[in-house]
């Protein structure tokens, strides 16, 4: 089923989303709210969608990477995969799983974009509806955006405005791409990134242990 026709089966207004993401994203503020060199608790939330459910699954790890609490969610998907409208979809059931926490972290790092989205990414909405300052770390970037010269810097197109870093953080390996959400710089969501990378891995670690949590529900509730 095309994009056309998933907006149809599901009565998507899609014109009324990007005016509330548009509307939303004026409310970001990519300036450090807080010290983040005295950060101690690191939280990240993997999703994962298996036919019509999906499994949000969420670990607060401490600077050695030692988990301190983990929590999931689980809930049925009521809305399609739009390009750009993830959030939409994975949103709720982000929310219900951090919720559940004890021990509210100080920075949230979630696979999606930040301000390197068109209009209001996955890692900025989940900022703003949480008030958790927050990263996005991308494999990939949107056709708006392009990379600096030196190839060190994302830049959106048509403004040439910075909007996050390129980062190597395996060698031989693609890069991936480093945005604040909201309530961080971009300075600082990069450098607490790169902190957070621990060899052989790719990802932040915070990402990769909850990438694994997440692995570790779906082989518990059984799903296919």
Do not use: W
């Amino acid at each position: 089923m095309d994009e056309q026709e998933l907006i149809k089966k599901f009565n998507i207004d899609i014109e009324a989303l990007k005016k509330e993401q548009l509307n939303l994203a004026k409310s970001l503020s990519i300036k450090d709210s807080a010290d983040f060199s005295l950060a101690t608790r690191f939280a990240a939330i993997e999703n994962l969608c298996v036919k019509n459910k999906i499994i949000s699954a969420v670990i607060v790890c401490d600077k050695d990477f030692n988990i301190i609490e983990q929590q999931y969610f689980f809930d049925k998907l009521r809305f399609p995969y739009l390009y750009g409208f993830r959030a939409y979809r994975e949103l709720p059931s982000m929310i219900s799983a951090f919720n559940k926490l004890n021990e509210k972290p100080d920075v949230v790092l979630i696979m999606g974009h930040g301000i390197t989205h068109p209009r209001l990414g996955l890692a900025s909405h989940f900022s703003l509806s949480t008030g958790i300052p927050s990263i996005g770390v991308s494999n990939s970037l949107f056709e708006e955006n392009e990379t600096s010269k030196n190839g060190e810097d994302i830049l959106k197109k048509n403004k040439k405005e910075k909007v996050g870093k390129v980062l190597q953080s395996k060698e031989n390996s693609n890069p991936i791409y480093i945005s604040p959400g909201n309530l961080i710089s971009i300075a600082t969501a990069y450098d607490l990134t790169k902190k957070l990378i621990k060899h052989p891995h790719k990802l932040p670690e915070p990402l990769h242990l909850a990438h694994k949590y997440a692995k570790n529900v779906k082989e518990e509730l059984k799903l296919n």
